[in-house]
């Protein structure tokens, strides 16, 4: 089984940029396809990027297209999301979560299987 811990948190100024990053333990991280989504207080969780399991496919969210940017490396079980050009409106907590069983690239949070505890990210304006 998978366990994902997100960090790289933070309060940053709108315009400003942060580096998520999600660690993954067990030998199915390399395998899977890996996503991140943010949610705020009493909205529902929705979906920001997602990457499949070699790298060379992504997906995101309109509304961080060509601001944000989903890598992984799967030598360190680590997947990341590049955030630039940050506005208030991306103020959430970020949560990455895996999917252990398709290679789809999807934004349906219904298919991740396992999701970290989340990180905070809050812009300032």
């Known amino acids: 089984q998978v366990q994902l811990v997100e960090s790289g948190g933070g309060l940053v100024q709108a315009g400003g940029s942060l580096r998520l990053s999600c660690a993954a333990s067990g030998r199915t991280f390399s395998t899977s396809t890996m996503g991140w989504f943010r949610q705020d207080p009493g909205k529902e969780r929705v979906f920001v990027a997602a990457i499949n399991w070699s790298g060379g496919r992504t997906n995101y969210a309109d509304s961080v297209k060509g601001r944000f940017t989903v890598s992984r490396d799967n030598a360190k079980n680590t997947v990341y999301l590049q955030m630039s050009s940050l506005k208030p409106e991306d103020t959430a907590v970020y949560y990455c979560?895996?999917?252990?069983?398709?290679?789809?690239?999807?934004?349906?949070?219904?298919?991740?299987?396992?999701w970290g505890q989340g990180t905070q990210v809050t812009v300032s304006s």
């Open positions: 979560a895996a999917d252990l069983y398709t290679s789809l690239v999807t934004t349906n949070k219904g298919d991740y299987d396992v």
